[in-house]
């Protein structure tokens, strides 16, 4: 298991930009993928991005590929989210995610989770 806290939702104008943190502990931090999900009002969580541990390979969901992108710090133990061009249909509650793969993370493998960072994205 891994520990995971998020940081850096808020409130946004559409077409703003904002990065989201996720920090971790516990299990080795390098040897697992990583990712984020996102669960809107009255929707259901759905992947957004995630990153293998080693290679840095990353994977979007088409909603938000071009705009937002994934990163990673091994030697901080962190994960990022940088939100560019966002829309009010990004507004959700954001979840860090380990697991076993970054490749198929949107269908299985995730074994931890964070408690979720809201972002809200005005019009």
């Known amino acids: 298991q891994v520990q995971l806290v998020e940081s850096g939702g808020g409130l946004v104008q559409a077409g703003g930009s904002l990065r989201l943190s996720c920090a971790a502990s516990?299990?080795?931090?390098?040897?697992?993928?990583m990712g984020w999900f996102r669960q809107a009002p009255g929707k259901e969580r759905e992947f957004a991005a995630s990153i293998t541990w080693s290679r840095f390979l990353t994977y979007y969901a088409d909603s938000v590929k071009g705009r937002f992108t994934i990163s990673r710090d091994n030697a901080k133990d962190t994960v990022y989210l940088q939100m560019n061009s966002l829309k009010p249909e990004d507004t959700a509650v954001y979840y860090c995610?380990?697991?076993?793969?970054?490749?198929?993370?949107?269908?299985?493998?995730?074994?931890?989770w964070g408690k979720g960072t809201l972002v809200t994205v005005s019009s």
């Open positions: 516990g299990r080795t931090f390098s040897s697992v993928a």
């Open positions: 995610a380990a697991g076993s793969t970054a490749r198929f993370m949107a269908s299985y493998g995730v074994h931890s």
